[in-house]
C-alpha cells in the first residue's frame, strides 16, 4: 500500500489543499482516509480553512484570466496530455479507488477509464463549441450566437465516483475556458490528492497551476462557501437530493447557477417477452454493482405477474453465489459499502420494509468481519410500500409483480426522483412506449441494458428530484459558457426588429 501511495504522490501527512501550491499547513480539522474493507485508517488529511479557500479562489480566478484567453483547441491540448498521463497512471489510480472507495477492482479501473473517456471526448470538443447563425429579418444584419468562458466553477463531487465526476466536470469545464475549484468528498480525499498530482505533471510545467484547485472541506465549510461565492458563476453538485436541495437555494439565492445531479430511484421493467438471462445479468450488475452505492443503481424491479416467480428465484441463486469481500481480489464482486452509518441505513430500510409488509427473499445482514460488508438483499415488496419509494444508497432491490404495462411504467415514474430507467423486452411496441412521451419520465431510459453503466457520450443526469442537470456528454459542456446573442448591422441604414418605426424626424 505505501508503495502504491508513494507512486501517486501522497505523504504520511497529505494536505488537502491546492491553489497554484500545495499549503503545507491548512488550517482546516484533520479527517482520516479509512479503508471500508478493513475500518483501518490509511492515512490523515488536513481540510482547508477559511485563508486556504480565499487562496485558492484568488488562484482560480488568476488563472481565468489567462485560460480563457487561449483558443478553444489548444486548451484542448492539455486535456489531450492530461489523458496521456492518466492512462500512465490507470491502474495505480484505480487501485486508490479501490482502496478508499471499496470499489472492486475492475469498477476502480473502470472509473479511470471514465476520466479518460472524457478527456478524448473534451478534446474533440474543443474544436467543436459552436453556436448557431440565424437569418436576421433586418437587411444587412447578421445574427449569431457564440458561447464564451463562464468563470472559476466550483464543482463538488460524491465519495462514490470519488474521480470520474471530477472528470466529467473538469474536462469540460476546461475546454470551455474555466477553471474549476474541486471540492471532493472528505470520505475520499486520497484519490483526489492522487488527481491533483497527476493534473500538477501538466499544469506546472504549462504555468497554469492555479487551474484546477483542490479545496477539501466539509459541505458546511468549503461546500457552503462555495455555494455562496458570486464569483463563482457555477456550482456542479452531486450527491443526495437532500444536500442538493441546500446547495441549489443557496446558490440561487445569489441568482447563480447550478449544475445538480442527485439521487435516483431507478427501476427496471421485465416484461413476459424478455430474454430472461439478459435481463438477470443486467440486473444483478445494476443492482449489486458498486455495493448498491451508484445514484443509477437498480433498487426496484418490477416484473410481470406471469414470470416473477421463476425469474425471482434464478435471481435468488445467482445473489447467493455473489462473491463478497476485499474489493482489491480480482474475483470479488461485491465490496464493502462506505461507512458504518450506511450498513444501519441499509438495516434500517430493511426493517421498515418488513414492517410495511415486504419479505426477504435472501440476505439482509452485515457480514461479521472487519469492515463494513453486507449481504446484497431481495425484499419482495408491493408498489404501495412507503420504503420503496425511497433511495436507501445500499444493495436491496426490491421485487414488484405487475400486471398491465401502463400500470408498470405508472410505478416506474411514481418516484420524487427521475434519473435511469430500463425495460426489458421483444416487443417493439412495448420498448417504444416505454421510451415515448408517455413512457419513463427519467433522463435516462434504456431497452434491454440495466439502469447503470452509462456511457460518457450520453448527457448524464435525470428529472424531478434528481435536479435537472446534464453532464458528461452530448451537449452538456453548454452549462459550463455564458451564451451571447449578437447582430452586426453592416449596412447603412437603422431598421428596427418588429417593424418599429421610430423617426426622428428632420434632423
Ligand atoms: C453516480 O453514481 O453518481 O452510469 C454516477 C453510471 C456511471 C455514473 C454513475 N457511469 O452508473
Redesign the pocket.
Known amino acids: 500500500m505505501d508503495s502504491l501511495l508513494n507512486r501517486l504522490g501522497i505523504s504520511d501527512r497529505p494536505s488537502g489543499v491546492y491553489s497554484d501550491h500545495w499549503h503545507p499547513q491548512p488550517e482546516g480539522a484533520e479527517v482520516e482516509s479509512i479503508n471500508p474493507a478493513t475500518g483501518a485508517v490509511i492515512r490523515s488529511v488536513t481540510l482547508a480553512g477559511r485563508g486556504d479557500y480565499e487562496q485558492i479562489l484568488s488562484a482560480a480566478c488568476r488563472s481565468f484570466q489567462i485560460w480563457r484567453n487561449l483558443p478553444a483547441p489548444r486548451r484542448g491540448q492539455l486535456i489531450r496530455e492530461l489523458g496521456a498521463a492518466l492512462r500512465l497512471h490507470k491502474r495505480d489510480l484505480g487501485m486508490l479507488v479501490t482502496l478508499e472507495a471499496g470499489k472492486i477492482v475492475s469498477e476502480g479501473q473502470g472509473e479511470v477509464q ?1 476520466m479518460i473517456d472524457m478527456c478524448d471526448f473534451a478534446v474533440g470538443l474543443s474544436r467543436q463549441l459552436y453556436g448557431l447563425t440565424m437569418p436576421s429579418e433586418r437587411p444587412d444584419h447578421r445574427l449569431f450566437e457564440q458561447w464564451h468562458p463562464l468563470g472559476p466553477v466550483g464543482v463538488i463531487t ?1 465519495f ?2 470519488p474521480v ?2 471530477w472528470a466529467w466536470n473538469a474536462c469540460l469545464a476546461a475546454v470551455c475556458g474555466d477553471s474549476v475549484i474541486w471540492k471532493p468528498s472528505p470520505l475520499t480525499p486520497l484519490t483526489a490528492i492522487a488527481v491533483q498530482n497527476i493534473a500538477n505533471r501538466i499544469l506546472e510545467p504549462a504555468g497554469l497551476a492555479g487551474l484546477f484547485p483542490l479545496c477539501l472541506g466539509t459541505g458546511d465549510t468549503v461546500g457552503s462557501w462555495l455555494c455562496q461565492d458570486r464569483r463563482i458563476p457555477l456550482v456542479s453538485f ?1 450527491g443526495s437530493c437532500q444536500v442538493g436541495k441546500l446547495v441549489a437555494r443557496s446558490v440561487a439565492d445569489r441568482l447563480g447557477r447550478s449544475l445538480l ?1 442527485l439521487g435516483g430511484n431507478n427501476a427496471v421493467i421485465v416484461t413476459p417477452s424478455a430474454d430472461q438471462e439478459l435481463a438477470l445479468r443486467a440486473v444483478v450488475f445494476a443492482a449489486v454493482g ?1 455495493a448498491g452505492q ?3 443503481t437498480l433498487r426496484r424491479l418490477i416484473v410481470h405477474e406471469s414470470i416473477i416467480d421463476p425469474f425471482t428465484e434464478r435471481l435468488v441463486g445467482v445473489y447467493r453465489s455473489i462473491r463478497i469481500g476485499d474489493p482489491a481480489h480480482d474475483d470479488t464482486l461485491m465490496g464493502p459499502l462506505i461507512r458504518l452509518s450506511a450498513v444501519e441505513r441499509m438495516l434500517g430500510a430493511l426493517a421498515r420494509a418488513e414492517s410495511e409488509g415486504g419479505r426477504i427473499l435472501y440476505g439482509g445482514r452485515r457480514l461479521e468481519r472487519a469492515g463494513n460488508f453486507v449481504e446484497p438483499t431481495l425484499v419482495r415488496a408491493d408498489a404501495s410500500m412507503a420504503i420503496v419509494r425511497e433511495e436507501t444508497f445500499a444493495p436491496i432491490l426490491y421485487l414488484i409483480p405487475y400486471r398491465e404495462l401502463d400500470e408498470a411504467i405508472a410505478w416506474q415514474n411514481d418516484v420524487d426522483q427521475g434519473l ?1 430507467s430500463a425495460i426489458f423486452t421483444e416487443r417493439l411496441r412495448e420498448a417504444e412506449q416505454f421510451l415515448s412521451a408517455r413512457g419513463s419520465d427519467c433522463g435516462i431510459a434504456n431497452v434491454n441494458i440495466g439502469t ?3 456511457e ?1 457520450g450520453g448527457a ?1 443526469g435525470g428529472e424531478k428530484e434528481t435536479g435537472g442537470g446534464r453532464e458528461a456528454g452530448s451537449d452538456a459542456w453548454k452549462a459550463y459558457m455564458r451564451r451571447q446573442t449578437c447582430t452586426v448591422n453592416f449596412g447603412t441604414q437603422l431598421p428596427l426588429a418588429q417593424g418599429i418605426k421610430f423617426d426622428l424626424g428632420g434632423g
Open positions: 471514465e460524491a462514490n465516483f470520474a465526476v452531486t445531479e458498486t451508484r445514484c443509477t435511469s447503470s453503466g452509462a460518457i448524464f
